[in-house]
Each structure stands twice: as C-alpha cells, then as structure tokens.
C-alpha cells in the first residue's frame, strides 16, 4: 500500500511569523516605487442594478451592551427558516466591512486593516432577507448598496456544495475574497500574514454583529477552492475567495458545534 504523503507543518507555520527584514528589507514595494495605489473598491456595470440598504445613519438595530454580546458569542451552526430584515443585513455589512471616508484613494473602514489596505471584497448569498430578491451580490462599501450578480437557478446548491456539503439553513451567507495586490502593493512579501490577521478582524466582527441583533454565525474556513472562486466568478489568482460565514437567526438549542469537535455536552455548561 502506498504511504500516503505527511504535511509539511513547520513549513506552513511560516507565514505566521514576522518578516525578517533583515533578508527582505532592500525590496522596493510598488508604493515606493510611485505606482499608484490599486482601488479599493471593484467597479460594477454603470448600469447594473443596485439595491438599496437601510443607510448607516438610520440604523436602529444592534443597541445590545458590548458585555452581553461577548458573553453571548458562540459559534452557531443551526438557524430557523426566520427572514433576517433590510436593516439587520445592512447593519452586519456595516459592522464588517462599513466605510467611513476615503483621503486620496485610501479607505478607512469600521473594521481595523494592515496599512488601510481593506484586501477584501464581501460577497452574499441571500436566501431570506426582506425586501431582497435570492440570489449572489457583492457588496459596494463606499454607496452602501448590493449589487445584483446572478439569481440563477441551482445557486443555493452550489455554494453548498462549495462548502463541502456544510448545509447551515442561513438567511445569508458572507464570502469573502481577497485581491492579494491591495495589500502587496504597500507591503511585498510581509502581505501573506497581514491578509490573513485581517481576515480575524472581518469575522469578529460580524460574531459580535450578528449577537448584538439575536443572530448567529460560525466562520468557514474549510470550502473547496476551485468550486467557491468559480461560483463567485473570480479568477483564483488575482482574486480568490479567503473565507465564508453563515447567518441567520440561531435554533433554540445549538449543540451541534460541540458534537462535531467531540466534546461531551455533560462535561460543559455552554449550550
């Protein structure tokens, strides 16, 4: 029989250390070299149809104290068939990737990012939200709209299928993709680390969203590749999806998180 062959883990720990600038420090980044700093933002059609979210300065949700929702923050793998609202989404958006203002092409956003690079791009597949057709949008930070990208019959059963047979009942799902460039431009080899400590900052965020509106979510970092990229229609290199997340409104009594990590409900108090 053949062996089959064994990971390579101290060379994957590689890209979470620091950056020995001692070895790298005499590489010229582009931002050094003058070259103009990529968008922040991917352009849509002029004449795609955006949807319209509730704005931030109307926002009425998400009032919970900060104590209670960290208490409350649990990975939930099991939602009901509830709808989540236009203003509810529109506040997880918000939270996770909301825009504040932009200086000469750099974004600051809600959520922290290495340099204000913002690598990041949101897509959704909407099943359940109210006054928002099913379907894949991407999300424009800078207007605070959705826009449209495909309703096509099947989808639902892609992205499962996508990550790998996961089925979560979510009223939405958030994927996430990364334009590597965005961040390569200001920070060359050192990128790699910085994306993926953003990518914590984006989830977190929209744990505590999610709690502060009696919702739910579980952060998804095992999808196929090949499979997510094409359904999001991305070309794998010059960007790629980097993670996903279920939400909705969470089922009565979720303990399928602890089962599937083989814990024993009896040796814990956590539901």
């Known amino acids: 029989m053949e062996d089959k062959p064994k990971p390579d883990l101290e060379g994957r720990r590689g890209f979470l250390k620091?950056?020995?600038?001692?070895?790298?420090?005499?590489?010229?980044?582009?931002?050094?070299?003058?070259?103009?700093?990529?968008?922040?933002?991917?352009?849509?059609?002029?004449?795609?149809?955006?949807?319209?979210?509730?704005?931030?300065?109307?926002?009425?949700?998400?009032?919970?104290?900060?104590?209670?929702?960290?208490?409350?923050?649990?990975?939930?793998?099991?939602?009901?068939?509830?709808?989540?609202?236009?203003?509810?989404l529109s506040f997880l958006l918000w939270a996770t990737q909301g825009y504040r203002r932009d200086v000469n092409g750099w974004s600051f956003r809600t959520v922290?990012?290495?340099?204000?690079?913002?690598?990041?791009?949101?897509?959704?597949?909407?099943?359940?939200?109210?006054?928002?057709?099913?379907?894949?949008?991407?999300?424009?930070?800078?207007?605070?709209?959705?826009?449209?990208?495909?309703?096509?019959?099947?989808?639902?059963?892609?992205?499962?299928?996508?990550?790998?047979?996961?089925?979560?009942?979510?009223?939405v799902t958030f994927i996430w993709t990364t334009l590597p460039y965005r961040m390569e431009w200001r920070y060359s080899v050192a990128s790699v680390k910085a994306i993926a400590i953003d990518a914590g900052h984006v989830g977190q965020n929209l744990y505590l969203a999610a709690e502060a509106i009696n919702c739910g979510t579980c952060a998804i970092g095992a999808y196929d590749q090949g499979k997510m990229d094409a359904l999001l229609g991305v070309d794998g290199g010059d960007e790629f999806t980097i993670y996903a997340a279920p939400v909705g409104k969470p089922a009565e009594k979720d303990i399928d998180t602890l089962q599937r990590h083989g814990i024993d409900q009896a040796q814990t108090s956590e539901e």
């Open 18 to 88: 620091a950056i020995d600038w001692s070895r790298w420090g005499h590489l010229e980044t582009d931002q050094q070299k003058g070259i103009p700093l990529p968008p922040f933002q991917k352009p849509h059609p002029a004449d795609a149809g955006l949807v319209r979210l509730v704005p931030p300065d109307e926002l009425t949700v998400g009032k919970t104290p900060m104590l209670e929702v960290i208490n409350k923050r649990r990975s939930r793998r099991k939602f009901t068939d509830e709808a989540l609202t236009n203003e509810e």
């Open 112 to 171: 922290p990012s290495a340099g204000s690079r913002h690598s990041f791009e949101t897509y959704l597949h909407v099943v359940q939200v109210e006054r928002i057709d099913p379907g894949l949008y991407r999300f424009l930070p800078k207007e605070h709209k959705l826009v449209f990208l495909t309703g096509e019959e099947g989808l639902e059963e892609r992205v499962n299928e996508a990550l790998y047979g996961q089925r979560f009942n979510a009223a």
